[in-house]
């Protein structure tokens, strides 16, 4: 009985607060609406501040005397390497985890029991929660030793091809190592993305492929991936987005050749990156020089800023993501 | 930590795993345990005797205040050691050093936002004359070499712990002229070992480093024409080999990676196989003793001002027993404060650090060779004579 009174009442109560106290939440509205705005505001000011600050830090750059930078002649000399070294190392991470997390995205909706699918999706996205310094660590400690013997078949067998080059750097610190952990970094976000885009696949595309006697290789062929191509490429940008700024893990992975550019793989001569040449530089650097830090700075920020476009822009035509 | 960043805390901050992590994690750890052993046998030694009176500086009166430098991370493990036993001593006194490189060292003591500075580099021309406005009076400022600290030449050879060198096969490994372990320069210095057939992997210091300027200063001299890049900070990108960030990275990288062969403080090496550098006839291995003596082989610089001790290194003597390959760090200080207080912390600090006890607190911090008594009685007098302006 008075269970079933109770809703009833509950609602008149609520119609009499709401009927009495039209001002009052009308200003509740006012105030929340301003709350929300402010911190869209906000996000923009930041992002213009942050902009603003690397153009006015990077400026004296320009004017930056000859021979004050290490191995580089002027400003563009010292970043054209570095740019060179951060989208190098972030394409080939970006070719390493892209085949495998859409593997595992289909996996995960289209092979695995739905118990372990379900599990194999936390564990996959607890990748992401890994801290970058750890995977750093990881990677120079564990991973790079693990697959100094792969490079080293691989620079035996293939070396006459430019990308696997000797010799063979001993500790692993290279090119391959950065990008394999990078791969690992990124996996997440594409494998997440992957995923959700297939579970869109309209189910009738399948059922019409499996009614046409298609295989479920068949099936993901002809139905899934056509579906879910732009939002897996969303997914990569969002990958090669953060692959772009990934700091510590190359900073102590790679053994960075300042000035270098090269696409030998294996050796001990890695063009660097431009958010870990922050990391390592800055505590060297003073005054004036500094300048150049901030400007390698503003050209990641251009670079991030446009590759997030692109991916928003994929992203956005595909009707799954 | 007892080192304080000031202004460039948020730096600091934001780079500070990149420190700790790739730069000097072991050091400091290392430092820290070490630190405490030495400041538990000062404590000792007060309590045997036993008197309030008698702790506190050399002249018997404890001093107050913050004393701040600033300077070379080079010195950061040995900083650690004497700010840890002069505080023993001192214990209202605060030592502030922000490690912030050499450069940015003096260019903090210039500008009067240090009380001292610590460098790998003695003051130039420029800086010496810049030094007297900054000073009071018209002494200026003085170097006084506090911190010598061997570099040795690591290498990672399975059952092989020493290996003899000269300089020009050094030069010639490092500059990626000598590829493998059984070239004919390496094996004519070393007739009793049996050198594998495997690739010399030589690693550097990838960040700038005082390290690398002193180990290129010795190439430079004592190699001749193997060594082709003069005295560099930053390593230069023809010279190739694999680069690691600070000491403790090259170390990992060495140890690493079977045939590889790195510089780092001697003091870090570790269980790796060390070079012993032909000095003369002989080969020298490194040690604080034959690290110290290159200090009294060398000239010192010439057109400096009274009282200051920069050293010219001569790092290709043929003195017997001289390790050439040393780190030589200062202490950069003002003859003359504007204030009292300034003048008895600099004074009670600097001669706390070039007493025997100092000079042992930072071998065992940082693994330094303690400066030799006959150096320590030459800089004496001029610690001592600092003094307020008039």
């Known amino acids: ?321 | 930590m007892r080192m304080s960043m000031r202004s460039r805390a948020l730096t600091a901050i934001t780079l500070s795993s990149a420190l700790v992590l790739a730069g000097c994690g072991g050091d400091s750890s290392d430092g820290d345990t070490e630190t405490d052993a030495a400041a538990e046998d000062s404590s000792a030694s007060e309590e045997m005797t036993g008197s309030e009176e008698m702790t506190g500086s050399e002249d018997g009166l404890s001093v107050s205040g913050t004393l701040n430098g600033a300077g070379a991370s080079s010195q950061a493990a040995a900083m650690q050691g004497w700010i840890a036993g002069f505080q023993e001593g001192n214990p209202d006194v605060t030592v502030n050093y922000d490690p912030v490189g050499s450069g940015g060292g003096r260019e903090t003591f210039l500008s009067g936002g240090a009380t001292f500075a610590g460098s790998d580099a003695y003051l130039d021309a420029d800086e010496l004359a810049a030094s007297e406005d900054r000073c009071a009076g018209d002494g200026g400022a003085v170097d006084l070499p506090h911190y010598l600290s061997p570099v040795a030449v690591a290498f990672n050879l399975p059952d092989i712990t020493t290996l003899n060198m000269d300089a020009a096969t050094i030069a010639g490994i490092f500059a990626g002229d000598i590829a493998n372990w059984n070239d004919d320069a390496i094996a004519s210095t070393n007739p009793d070992v049996e050198l594998p057939d495997l690739a010399i992997n030589p690693v550097h210091r990838s960040d700038d480093s005082g390290t690398t300027e002193n180990f290129t200063d010795y190439l430079t001299q004592a190699a001749g024409d193997a060594w082709g890049y003069d005295v560099i900070e930053t390593w230069p990108t023809e010279a190739g080999g694999e680069g690691a960030q600070g000491t403790s990275g090259v170390v990992q990288a060495v140890a690493a990676g079977e045939g590889s062969i790195g510089y780092a403080d001697a003091s870090q090496v570790g269980d790796l196989g060390t070079v012993a550098v032909q000095v003369g006839e002989e080969f020298v291995e490194y040690s604080p003793e034959a690290a110290a003596k290159i200090l009294e082989v060398s000239e010192q610089a010439t057109d400096r001002p009274e009282g200051d001790f920069a050293f010219d290194l001569t790092r290709d003597t043929e003195e017997a027993g001289v390790y050439p390959i040393v780190l030589v760090s200062y202490h950069i200080v003002c003859k003359q404060y504007e204030s009292q207080e300034e003048v008895d912390l600099v004074k009670a600090f600097m001669e706390y650090v070039q007493s025997e006890e100092g000079q042992q607190a930072s071998a065992e911090s940082a693994g330094s060779a303690p400066i030799s008594q006959n150096l320590r009685d030459q800089m004496t007098p001029v610690v001592e004579s600092i003094a307020t302006a008039g």
Do not use: C
């Not at chain 1, 006015?56 to 002649?73: I, V």
């Not at chain 1, 740019?83 to 390493?96: D, N, R």
């Not at chain 1, 693990?146 to 010799?167: E, M, N, Q, R, S």
């Open chain 1, 1 to 321: 009985m008075t269970t079933t009174q109770t809703p009833p009442s509950d609602t008149t109560s609520t119609d009499d607060d709401f009927m009495a106290g039209e001002l009052p939440t009308r200003r509740q509205d006012k105030l929340f609406e301003g709350i929300t705005t402010g911190a869209g505001i906000l996000i923009l000011l930041t992002l213009a501040g942050v902009a603003f600050f690397l153009v006015q830090k990077s400026l004296p750059s320009l004017e930056l005397p000859a021979e004050s930078l290490p191995n580089a002649e002027d400003i563009g000399g010292y970043t054209w390497p570095l740019l060179f070294g951060t989208v190098y190392s972030a394409i080939i991470a970006l070719l390493l985890a892209t085949p495998l997390a859409i593997a595992i995205a289909l996996f995960m909706t289209h092979y695995a029991p739905s118990k372990l699918a379900k599990t194999l999706g936390y564990v996959v996205d607890l990748l992401a929660a890994v801290p970058s310094v750890v995977y750093g660590l990881w990677g120079i400690f564990v991973l790079a030793p693990f697959f100094v013997p792969v490079y080293d078949f691989l620079a035996d067998t293939l070396g006459w091809i430019p990308l696997f080059a000797p010799v063979v750097t001993p500790s692993g610190r290279n090119m391959a190592s950065a990008a394999l952990v990078i791969a690992v970094m990124i996996l997440p976000i594409i494998a997440s993305v992957s995923k959700e885009v297939f579970l869109q696949t309209p189910r009738l595309h399948e059922e019409a492929a499996m009614a046409l006697g298609a295989t479920r290789w068949e099936v993901i062929k002809t139905a899934v991936l056509p579906h879910g191509r732009s939002g897996v490429i969303g997914g990569a940008m969002l990958g090669l987005g953060r692959a772009l700024g990934e700091t510590m893990a190359i900073a102590l992975v790679l053994s960075p050749t300042p000035g270098l550019i090269g696409f030998a793989v294996f050796t001990a001569q890695n063009p660097s990156t431009i958010a870990a040449n922050i990391a390592l530089s800055f505590p060297n650097f003073g005054g004036q020089e500094r300048s150049a830090l901030f400007a390698t700075g503003l050209v990641l920020f251009v670079a991030t800023f446009v590759v997030n476009y692109i991916a928003r822009r994929i992203a956005g035509e595909s009707t799954g993501y």
